[in-house]
């Protein structure tokens, strides 16, 4: 009898690792892009799998081209871009932390300040962007202190997550966090994920018809930095190297990085399965199994 029973565990525990999909492609390990940089945030990938990314105390937001490989400089004066998004119209997202703003820059580089203070106090730092497939786009306002301000104080006591509407209406969408920082949604708009880097915490939320986050609850205990989805509803978290969690916030797979920080990371590549990881001075792809989450 313990015989049998030994069997026909260990026959589940090998159909479930049959059914879960290898995540990593086969031999594929962190390649070193470049570390020519001062620290890397913010990754986001175009139409065509080409990723942008800033260079923050630089001040710039470079372009890594998904087909020749190659890296260059996109906008130099970017406003101390941080997190980066893509918007349908192929304008890129930027949480300006210069004067905590958030811009849209034109593929000629044009910039339209979307917002520029909220109920005339300025900003703590919009620092993540997510873009519902609706159009409201949700970002995270942290505070951290940049040696490149005047003032040293909040405005804004609370750190939070705002919601601007196509219409451009802004508006406070989810309160009760100490620091949120990175954000990523699925692709039918329905679910919200927000990491508390502070609290340590990530949390879901579900998100109602007209927007609001509601049904808030714990995803898991560990706070990240930036953060992104894969195809399988994979969530993928940052801070030391990449954790991977499965939609239920077990996790699944763990990517060491050679560096104290990993900051951000996002799907791009001419097939969405290049891994883009920014850590510190540097910058790493690693080839995947699975695309990112479609947008």
Same mark, same amino acid.
């Given at each position: 009898?313990?015989?049998?029973?030994?069997?026909?565990?260990?026959?589940?525990?090998?159909?479930?690792?049959?059914?879960?999909?290898?995540?990593?492609? =086969?031999? =594929?390990?962190?390649?070193?892009?470049?570390?020519? %940089?001062?620290?890397?945030?913010?990754? @986001?990938?175009?139409?065509?799998?080409?990723?942008?990314?800033?260079? &923050? #105390?630089? /001040?710039?937001?470079?372009?890594?081209? @998904?087909?020749?490989?190659?890296?260059?400089?996109?906008?130099?004066? @970017?406003?101390?871009?941080?997190?980066?998004?893509?918007?349908? =119209?192929?304008?890129?997202?930027?949480?300006?932390?210069?004067?905590?703003?958030?811009?849209?820059?034109?593929?000629?580089?044009?910039?339209?300040?979307?917002? !520029?203070? %909220?109920?005339?106090?300025?900003?703590?730092?919009?620092?993540?962007?997510?873009?519902?497939?609706?159009?409201?786009?949700?970002?995270?306002?942290?505070?951290?202190?940049?040696?490149?301000?005047?003032?040293?104080?909040?405005?804004? !006591?609370? !750190?939070?997550?705002?919601?601007?509407?196509?219409?451009?209406?802004?508006?406070?969408? @989810?309160?009760?966090?100490?620091?949120?920082?990175?954000?990523?949604?699925?692709?039918?708009?329905?679910?919200?994920?927000?990491?508390?880097?502070?609290?340590?915490?990530?949390? $879901?939320?579900?998100?109602?018809?007209?927007?609001?986050?509601?049904?808030?609850?714990? %995803?898991?205990?560990?706070? =990240?930095?930036?953060?992104?989805?894969?195809?399988?509803?994979?969530?993928?978290?940052?801070?030391?190297?990449?954790?991977?969690?499965?939609?239920?916030?077990?996790?699944?797979?763990?990517? #060491?990085? #050679?560096?104290?920080?990993?900051?951000? $990371?996002?799907?791009?590549?001419? /097939?969405?399965?290049?891994? %883009?990881?920014?850590?510190? &001075?540097?910058?790493?792809?690693?080839?995947?199994?699975?695309?990112?989450?479609?947008?």
């Amino acid at each position: 009898m313990l015989k049998s029973i030994l069997a026909l565990t260990i026959a589940i525990l090998l159909s479930a690792c049959a059914g879960q999909k290898q995540l990593i492609k =086969s031999g =594929s390990t962190p390649r070193l892009l470049s570390d020519q %940089f001062s620290f890397t945030e913010g990754p @986001a990938a175009d139409a065509s799998g080409n990723v942008y990314f800033t260079d &923050q #105390p630089n /001040d710039r937001i470079y372009k890594w081209d @998904a087909a020749t490989d190659s890296l260059s400089v996109f906008m130099e004066g @970017a406003g101390r871009a941080n997190g980066l998004y893509f918007d349908a =119209s192929g304008n890129l997202l930027a949480a300006a932390d210069n004067k905590s703003e958030l811009w849209s820059i034109s593929p000629q580089k044009e910039v339209k300040v979307l917002v !520029e203070n %909220f109920e005339n106090k300025r900003l703590n730092g919009p620092n993540d962007i997510w873009i519902a497939p609706n159009g409201n786009l949700y970002f995270t306002d942290p505070f951290y202190k940049r040696p490149y301000w005047e003032h040293s104080e909040k405005e804004i !006591e609370a !750190e939070q997550v705002y919601l601007l509407t196509p219409a451009g209406d802004l508006r406070i969408a @989810a309160t009760d966090f100490v620091k949120p920082n990175g954000i990523i949604g699925t692709p039918n708009g329905k679910t919200l994920y927000i990491a508390d880097i502070g609290a340590n915490k990530t949390y $879901v939320f579900t998100i109602a018809e007209n927007g609001d986050l509601t049904n808030k609850r714990l %995803f898991t205990e560990q706070g =990240s930095d930036g953060m992104t989805l894969d195809s399988a509803g994979n969530v993928y978290l940052t801070g030391k190297g990449v954790t991977i969690y499965d939609p239920k916030g077990t996790q699944v797979e763990h990517i #060491p990085i #050679p560096k104290d920080w990993t900051a951000n $990371v996002t799907f791009g590549g001419t /097939d969405r399965k290049t891994l %883009f990881i920014t850590a510190q &001075q540097a910058v790493y792809l690693l080839e995947m199994n699975v695309q990112g989450a479609k947008r």
